[in-house]
């Protein structure tokens, strides 16, 4: 698990969707994080455009979710 440090409250601003996976950028202050998520996990019911979202980055990549 990151650390608060690691940790950045944004807003998602665009979910894409691809045949398999799917990508949730958000708006976390300057940074803009990006994190790939199955197709699955913004389906039902998944991340919408403008849901507040928590960025936690590490040294293997970042995860955008819900706070």
Do not use: C, L, Y
Not at 24 to 32: D, I, L, S
Not at 58 to 65: A, D, I, Q
């Amino acid at each position: 698990m990151a650390s608060p440090r690691n940790s950045f409250a944004g807003i998602a601003t665009g979910v894409r969707v691809d045949d398999v996976a799917a990508q949730v950028e958000a708006q976390a202050g300057p940074p803009r994080p990006v994190s790939p998520v199955t197709r699955e996990a913004v389906e039902e019911p998944g991340p919408a455009v403008d849901f507040t979202a928590t960025a936690r980055a590490k040294s293997t990549g970042v995860r955008v979710g819900p706070p």
